[in-house]
């Protein structure tokens, strides 16, 4: 099969991947192209998963079924990061929903203020996306004497 090249004359010993692409960019030069970069929600919701797990004064995200199931995944070593987030993503923005459980005594305006920002930069920052709104639902107030383990009672005061 023999190749035509710019100038018309046939080029019977080159093949097409033979050939040196044109417009190929040079070392230090950005790669500009065309096509469609898809990038599935759950990969978002992992992003902002991440981000709220950075804020100071969240314990856990998700709600109450949500973290038991989770308490499940992390007995197996599985744990998933996009647990208590919700997003609805379009083509240039998305809609972020968090539910946590925060630390007490933490001022919950500050952490719910906390999270849009770090959401915010994260989801911009490394998917590219506009956000749009982050809602926040804090569902409980996790107190340190829930960590604590249950003693059994003494006998002095069983008597």
Do not use: C, F, W
């Not at 749009?132 to 008597?159: G, Q, W, Y």
């Amino acid at each position: 099969m023999d190749l035509i090249d710019t100038n018309g004359a046939a080029s019977p010993n080159k093949s097409p991947r033979s050939r040196t692409p044109i417009n190929t960019p040079l070392a230090g030069e950005s790669a500009t192209g065309t096509g469609k970069t898809v990038i599935n929600d759950s990969v978002v919701a992992k992003v902002a998963g991440m981000a709220v797990r950075e804020v100071s004064g969240v314990h856990a995200l998700g709600g109450g079924a949500a973290r038991a199931l989770g308490a499940i995944r992390e007995a197996m070593n599985n744990t998933d990061v996009s647990q208590g987030i919700s997003v609805e993503v379009g083509e240039t923005q998305v809609a972020v929903d968090v539910t946590i459980v925060a630390e007490y005594p933490v001022q919950l305006q500050q952490v719910a203020d906390d999270i849009r920002s770090s959401v915010i930069r994260a989801i911009e920052d490394l998917v590219g996306l506009e956000v749009t709104e982050v809602n926040v639902t804090i569902v409980d107030i996790h107190l340190p004497s829930d960590d604590a383990p249950e003693t059994e009672p003494s006998k002095a005061a069983l008597r």
